[in-house]
């Protein structure tokens, strides 16, 4: 029988990254010996849910029921060496989805793969993440519910469930031996970008040359102007939007597209006077997870907190300069789609052959040039 690799997560340690390297190898993982099962991008995702009757907004698409058994069964139907199942929404499932995850490949050897990233990176980018699904609350106050002692409300239960790796080894090994649960560092950004593909496969016994890891560097982060705007959007929208409509406009097409392709320029970093709490929060985890057991790749001195440069959140004025600069392009896009009728705008091509271009601001001029090359 296969062995079973669960890879948990943690979000925003590279999970995407991962799933879409095994995702696009699957053919040569297969013949390798290795399933990544499931027929599109999103299986994986769909059946972590249904396992968890996770809703979103008060939403549960009723098409996701049975997606578990379904990937449970190609699964443990596997005449190969091993099987990876991938979603970063396992890390924090209760007890007893744990117990039913684990017990539905009874029989078999199931491990454990959790990725960790350093706290000093994944406070702001999990905030980032926060407010890109409905959240309103601004990054000071984040932090300082972070904190709090005993921990209490949705923004710190649901982070240090998630991230609080110690905590997360010790629900997953009441069901499996310490062994198998294998704590998987993600390298520093100056690292070799295929370093956390190749800690995974060394951990699955992948050959890393299977697979073309390298993927082209993109952008998926929203500047601090960028991030706040939203939040500001997300206060004044309220509940008037069911989380559907959210999903797919807010987050997925004004977030996710416009907002990221306009925002540069610093990301938010935690603040001063919380930095010697979050490095102790760090070291404690970090001693933790070396005297726990667990099978640790990679080098634990990944995990030391890193800061960025920027610390204070925008001004006003900088949070109307990243407004405008999205509702240009909006603006910008209604045009090239309505206008003439067409997917593209004899107004764009004419702005930038008259100079306009030069006037607009800067992430602006780079949609409108990427635009007119499409």
Same mark, same amino acid.
């Given at each position: 029988?296969?062995?079973?690799?669960?890879?948990?997560?943690?979000?925003?340690?590279?999970?995407?990254?991962?799933?879409?390297?095994?995702?696009?190898?699957?053919?040569?993982?297969?013949?390798?010996?290795?399933?990544?099962? $499931?027929?599109?991008?999103?299986?994986?995702?769909?059946?972590?849910?249904?396992?968890?009757?996770?809703?979103?907004?008060?939403?549960?698409?009723?098409?996701?029921?049975?997606? #578990?058994?379904?990937?449970?069964?190609?699964? !443990?139907?596997?005449?190969?060496?091993?099987?990876?199942?991938?979603?970063?929404?396992?890390?924090?499932?209760?007890?007893?989805?744990?117990?039913?995850?684990?017990?539905?490949?009874?029989?078999?050897?199931?491990?454990?793969?959790?990725?960790?990233?350093?706290?000093?990176?994944?406070?702001?980018?999990?905030?980032?993440?926060?407010?890109?699904?409905?959240?309103?609350?601004?990054?000071?106050?984040?932090?300082?519910?972070?904190?709090?002692?005993?921990?209490?409300?949705?923004?710190?239960?649901?982070?240090?469930?998630?991230?609080?790796?110690?905590?997360?080894?010790?629900?997953?090994?009441?069901?499996?031996?310490?062994?198998?649960?294998?704590?998987?560092? !993600?390298?520093?950004?100056?690292?070799?970008?295929?370093?956390?593909?190749?800690?995974?496969?060394?951990?699955?016994?992948?050959?890393?040359?299977?697979?073309?890891?390298?993927?082209?560097?993109?952008?998926?982060?929203?500047?601090?102007?960028?991030?706040?705007?939203?939040?500001?959007?997300?206060?004044?929208?309220?509940?008037?939007?069911?989380?559907?409509?959210?999903?797919?406009?807010?987050?997925?097409?004004?977030?996710?597209?416009?907002?990221?392709?306009?925002?540069?320029?610093?990301?938010?970093? !935690?603040?001063?006077?919380?930095?010697?709490?979050?490095?102790?929060?760090?070291?404690?985890?970090?001693?933790?997870?070396?005297?726990?057991?667990?099978?640790?790749?990679?080098?634990?001195?990944?995990?030391?907190?890193?800061?960025?440069?920027?610390?204070?959140?925008?001004?006003?004025?900088?949070?109307?300069?990243?407004?405008?600069?999205?509702?240009?392009?909006?603006?910008?896009?209604?045009?090239?789609?309505?206008?003439?009728?067409? $997917?593209?705008?004899?107004?764009?091509?004419?702005?930038?052959?008259?100079?306009?271009?030069?006037?607009?601001?800067?992430?602006?001029?780079? #949609?409108?040039?990427?635009?007119?090359?499409?």
């Amino acid at each position: 029988m296969p062995r079973i690799y669960l890879h948990i997560g943690a979000p925003k340690t590279g999970t995407t990254y991962l799933q879409s390297v095994l995702f696009d190898h699957r053919g040569r993982l297969a013949d390798a010996g290795v399933l990544y099962p $499931g027929r599109y991008p999103e299986a994986h995702f769909e059946a972590v849910v249904d396992l968890r009757g996770m809703s979103f907004g008060g939403h549960r698409d009723e098409n996701w029921q049975g997606r #578990w058994l379904r990937l449970v069964d190609e699964a !443990v139907e596997w005449d190969g060496d091993s099987v990876v199942i991938s979603h970063e929404l396992l890390c924090g499932a209760p007890d007893e989805t744990i117990a039913e995850a684990v017990e539905s490949f009874a029989g078999h050897e199931v491990h454990v793969l959790y990725t960790a990233r350093d706290l000093g990176r994944q406070v702001p980018a999990m905030w980032q993440e926060y407010v890109k699904n409905h959240a309103t609350v601004p990054f000071d106050r984040y932090v300082r519910r972070l904190a709090r002692e005993p921990r209490r409300g949705r923004v710190a239960n649901t982070f240090w469930r998630q991230q609080h790796a110690a905590e997360i080894a010790d629900r997953w090994c009441a069901y499996l031996p310490r062994e198998r649960f294998h704590f998987v560092t !993600v390298p520093p950004p100056e690292a070799p970008p295929t370093l956390l593909w190749e800690r995974i496969a060394a951990t699955v016994d992948i050959d890393p040359e299977l697979a073309d890891a390298e993927r082209p560097t993109t952008n998926t982060s929203l500047g601090f102007p960028q991030t706040e705007l939203l939040r500001r959007v997300n206060r004044a929208l309220g509940d008037q939007m069911p989380w559907p409509a959210y999903e797919t406009t807010v987050k997925g097409w004004f977030a996710e597209e416009f907002l990221i392709g306009l925002g540069s320029g610093a990301r938010p970093t !935690v603040p001063e006077s919380m930095r010697d709490w979050l490095l102790s929060e760090a070291k404690r985890i970090v001693t933790a997870i070396a005297e726990s057991g667990v099978d640790i790749v990679g080098d634990l001195n990944d995990l030391r907190p890193s800061f960025g440069s920027r610390e204070k959140a925008p001004t006003d004025p900088e949070v109307l300069d990243a407004a405008a600069d999205a509702l240009a392009a909006l603006l910008t896009e209604r045009a090239g789609r309505h206008w003439t009728g067409r $997917g593209g705008s004899p107004m764009v091509a004419r702005a930038r052959r008259s100079g306009m271009v030069r006037a607009l601001p800067r992430g602006v001029q780079e #949609w409108l040039k990427r635009r007119v090359n499409d």
